[in-house]
């Protein structure tokens, strides 16, 4: 790595050769305003709090923490991507021994998985119901109406 910026510098030169700049953006949707106060002060009265939301695990993890979803100490529990039923079953019935500790997110592929069976649908209720804060990503209109 002898003489890096040097390196990197002809490299981008040799890349941005008869480019047209068409435009740069960049977003960052801010919480209205005392949106983190309310929620942390519901979550401090010892209510449950649920966000049902379209964004990916990844942008809705970023919203839960700046919205004070979770407590510093809570560690966050994804079940995402799958598709077996036992799968789904086996990582609700884990979740099970820290709900009451546990930030649940859950994507719209392992929901509609978990809703096609009414017993993972109970358990999921039953352990989702437990935790502090729950998370539904990739939510679709319709299961954002199953889930209220």
């Not at 890349?15 to 401090?44: C, F, H, P, W, Y």
């Not at 859950?106 to 352990?127: A, H, P, S």
């Not at 990503?137 to 299961?143: A, F, K, W």
Request: with cysteine; aromatic share 4%; proline share 2%.
């Amino acid at each position: 790595m002898n003489d890096r910026e040097r390196l990197v510098r002809d490299c981008v030169e040799e890349l941005e050769q008869d480019m047209e700049l068409l435009a740069i953006t960049g977003v960052e949707d801010k919480l209205q305003e005392d949106v983190g106060l309310v929620i942390e002060s519901l979550r401090n009265a010892g209510i449950q709090v649920w966000m049902l939301t379209g964004d990916k695990i990844e942008t809705a993890t970023c919203i839960a923490i700046s919205a004070g979803f979770k407590s510093r100490t809570q560690p966050i529990v994804e079940m995402r991507d799958m598709t077996d039923r036992e799968e789904a079953r086996r990582a609700l019935q884990e979740y099970s021994k820290h709900a009451a500790n546990c930030i649940l997110m859950i994507d719209g592929q392992t929901l509609d998985l978990i809703m096609t069976n009414k017993q993972l649908e109970q358990l999921f209720f039953q352990e989702a119901t437990r935790s502090p804060s729950v998370c539904v990503c990739r939510c679709s209109p319709t299961q954002k109406a199953l889930i209220t």
